[in-house]
């Protein structure tokens, strides 16, 4: 293991050799997966989110391919969130009703019967945003009422988006993981249902499936890369709030090729690492940040990660970042400009971090041993996950026109 103490960037890595795979083969069997898939694939709407080259930008840093799977698109909602949240709230109810997937195809699972079958029903979940979102979402299409709790920090336009779907939303004193302890203590009261993205003792099956459910994601990827003639990416740059979305990549891609998966690594933002915190601790255990978690990264502003991915991560990630804000900056600039015939990428704070963080390991002074441990080079072909689009038009406004978290200048690019 090495650590660094340049301010700007920290790091914590893992030596290949120490990969446990039994987790992974348990949590993301391939069989699931293509579940998680045919599921998906009956919602109206649903189209397989676009797997983008930027063959000019890798041509300009260095590097082999950059391919991004763009989620800015997926269903109407911007965020890859919704195909967690959906696939849970499917096997939450298949498995009250005691029916298998062939059982329960989506027509029947939005029918009158089966919401008779199921009588009452409140959703509720906590929030950073796009979770929120995609379960209130999916609750309106079933039909069932759903109590959505944001912390009091989350922006007004998120807030809307939420209620624009018939959620209540209530806006609660403190940070996500308040949030989350608050909605725990309610739905006990008042008899909600919670499906949650992270986990604790005794809650793990939903927050499993959510996982599980973002597996489409990356089977989607697999077709599209081997469409490409590319068996699987060198590298994943992962973003992670929880960790529930980089336990769902490394476990998925760890089930499929085992030890030869590719290099993952979990990037999040500096005032909320909590992942990183607990690697570099290096106990085996999760280990929580307190504070404000004040980052311009909504999405990935949590303290406390999920234990089962926590667990998993320990075993399979290999390298764990933080980045300052103005890196997250910085990759929306980046996706928004894009060189020659590059495709046009919008991508929000949490979405456009990973590329930013890719860009400062390559460029920024002291991180050369992280550089040389991930081995990028002209061959590399790097996975990113726009794990969300333009979910909060002020911000990304602020950001894209205005200049907001600006670079500081002395890791300003000379490219020509
Ligand atoms: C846009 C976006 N990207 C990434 C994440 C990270 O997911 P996780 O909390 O599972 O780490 C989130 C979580 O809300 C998100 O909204």
């Known amino acids: 293991m090495m650590k660094n103490t340049t301010p700007d960037i920290k790091w914590v890595t893992r030596p290949r050799e120490t990969k446990e795979l039994e987790l992974s083969k348990q949590m993301f069997p391939v069989s ?12 109206p709407g649903y189209a397989i989110s676009p797997l983008r080259a930027l063959p000019n930008l890798a041509g300009l840093i260095g590097v082999g391919g950059i391919w991004v799977k763009d989620e800015s698109c997926r269903l109407e909602l911007n965020s890859f969130k919704i195909l967690g949240g959906s696939y849970a709230i499917y096997r939450f109810i298949q498995k009250r009703l005691g029916l298998s997937s ?69 806006v609660i004193e403190g940070n996500y993981d308040d949030a989350v302890r608050q909605i725990v203590t309610d739905a006990d009261t ?61 476990g998925y891609y760890h089930s ?3 030890q030869d998966a590719p290099k993952c690594i979990v990037v999040e933002p500096e005032n909320a690492a909590c992942i990183y915190e607990s690697a570099k601790i290096g106990d085996g255990r999760a280990h929580t940040v307190s504070g404000a978690l004040d980052t311009i990264m909504a999405g990935l502003a949590c303290g406390e990660p999920n234990p089962i991915a926590w667990e998993l991560l320990d075993q399979t990630a290999d390298a764990f970042v933080t980045v300052p804000d103005y890196v997250a900056a910085k990759g929306m600039r980046i996706y928004a400009t894009p060189l020659h015939d590059d495709p046009f990428i919008v991508s929000g704070e949490s979405g456009a971090v990973t590329l930013g963080a890719l860009v400062a390991i390559l460029e920024e ?7 040389d441990f991930l081995g990028i080079d002209q061959q590399s072909q790097i996975l990113f996950l726009n794990t969300e689009g333009n979910t909060d038009p002020v911000g990304f406004r602020q950001i894209i026109w205005e200049g ?3 670079v500081p200048k002395e890791y300003w690019s000379d490219h020509d």
């Open 32 to 43: 699931r997966a293509r579940e998680a898939r045919l599921f998906h694939r009956q919602i």
């Open 365 to 371: 002074n002291g991180v050369d041993e992280l550089r």
């Open 404 to 406: 907001a978290n600006p």
């Open 256 to 258: 499929l090729f085992g």
């Open 102 to 170: 062939q059982q329960l195809p989506y027509e029947y699972l939005i029918s009158s019967e089966v919401k008779q079958a199921l009588g009452k029903i409140t959703f509720a979940s906590a929030t950073d945003g796009n979770h929120g979102r995609g379960i209130a979402w999916a609750s309106q299409k079933l039909g069932f009422d759903c109590v959505i709790y944001v912390h009091s920090e989350t922006s007004r336009r998120r807030i809307d988006a939420i209620r624009s779907y018939g959620a209540t939303v209530k």
């Open 190 to 250: 008042n008899g909600w249902q919670i499906i949650s993205d992270t986990s604790w003792d005794g809650y793990t099956e939903i927050p499993t499936w959510i996982m599980q459910g973002y597996t489409t994601m990356f089977a989607e990827i697999q077709e599209q890369f081997s469409g490409q003639g590319i068996i699987k990416p060198t590298h994943i740059f992962v973003q992670a709030g929880v960790g529930a979305l980089a336990a769902s990549v490394i």
